[in-house]
T-cell receptor
Framework: RKEVEQDPGPFNVPEGATVAFNCTYSNSASQSFFWYRQDCRKEPKLLMSVYSSGNEDGRFTAQLNRASQYISLLIRDSKLSDSATYLCVVNVGRNYQLIWGAGTKLIIKP | DAMVIQNPRYQVTQFGKPVTLSCSQTLNHNVMYWYQQKSSQAPKLLFHYYDKDFNNEADTPDNFQSRRPNTSFCFLDIRSPGLGDAAMYLC???????????FGPGTRLLVL
């Protein structure tokens, strides 16, 4: 089993719709969690950190479920510019490294 | 603006010809990372420096080496590139390794 797993998609979603995807992690000792966004042929950029209490940033909401060991990302009122790959990243606290998921590809259609 | 800079952005090399990729940062972060990313895959950590301490991932081939002459600069040396080494190489930095990683724009390597 991979340490961090994501549905690769692609998720094809009409503009204005709400979309959500999950990411599961295997190490129960994982300490911190992030969502990164990566545009085609560009570097990953931090979208948001995921806190135990959940957090919201505009149209984006991230949740953490420690009992079931997954994090989620919800995007409301999706825009064409939201089309990208969303990477789930988990810090298991060993030797300063992050464990990356392979990403979920999102395509917003007009 | 503080940032992570990678040069060159695109590098073409021949099979077996050594190549060096560079990364510099103005964030004054003490941790620097090198990742390899192939199409539709997660970034794969090759190694990282925590200050001057070098940490190599167990599955990083010996063909890949790194140097960090000072806080601001870090280099990735590929001694004998193979066709399978064609990828995007990403440099990232973080403060103390416990916070957000900031990425450079990457160097896309093509091996002919």
């Amino acid at each position: 089993r991979k340490e961090v797993e994501q549905d690769p998609g692609p998720f094809n979603v009409p503009e204005g719709a709400t979309v959500a995807f999950n990411c599961t992690y295997s190490n129960s000792a994982s300490q911190s969690f992030f969502w990164y966004r990566q545009d085609c042929r560009k570097e990953p950029k931090l979208l948001m950190s995921v806190y135990s209490s959940g957090n919201e940033d505009g149209r984006f909401t991230a949740q953490l479920n420690r009992a079931s060991q997954y994090i989620s990302l919800l995007i409301r009122d999706s825009k064409l510019s939201d089309s990208a790959t969303y990477l789930c990243v988990v810090n298991v606290g060993r030797n300063y490294q992050l464990i990356w998921g392979a990403g979920t590809k999102l395509i917003i259609k007009p | 603006d503080a940032m992570v800079i990678q040069n060159p952005r695109y590098q073409v090399t021949q099979f077996g010809k050594p190549v060096t990729l560079s990364c510099s940062q103005t964030l004054n972060h003490n941790v620097m990372y090198w990742y390899q990313q192939k199409s539709s895959q997660a970034p794969k950590l090759l190694f990282h420096y925590y200050d001057k301490d070098f940490n190599n991932e167990a599955d990083t081939p010996d063909n890949f080496q790194s140097r960090r002459p000072n806080t601001s600069f870090c280099f990735l040396d590929i001694r004998s590139p193979g066709l399978g080494d064609a990828a995007m190489y990403l440099c990232a930095t973080s403060r103390d390794g416990k916070e957000t990683q900031y990425f450079g724009p990457g160097t896309r390597l093509l091996v002919l």
